[in-house]
């Protein structure tokens, strides 16, 4: 599971929202564009092999709902997983 920002940012001794700022800081992306782009270079490394279910894939990332995996899968390579 995923840590919440709070906890993150408890972690860290700094608010949820100096977090927020120092990470687009120093990588360049927001927390969510950078968790995004974990789950969707780890889907589709799975999706790879073809005998693994795309459900098992997207509840693997993170994702319960296959239609929303599906669309965000899509809008992020521009492709669906299929091909």
């Given at each position: ?41 780890k ?41």
């Amino acid at each position: 599971m995923t840590p919440s920002l709070a906890t993150l940012a408890q972690v860290a001794c700094l608010s949820v929202s100096q977090l927020k700022n120092l990470f687009k800081k120093e990588t360049g992306q927001t927390t969510s564009q950078y968790l995004l782009s974990i789950r969707m270079t780890k889907a589709r490394g799975l999706l790879a092999h073809p005998d693994t279910p795309v459900n098992i894939v997207a509840n693997s990332v993170g994702y319960q709902n296959l239609s929303a995996f599906s669309h965000r899968f899509s809008v992020y390579f521009g492709h669906s997983h299929s091909h």
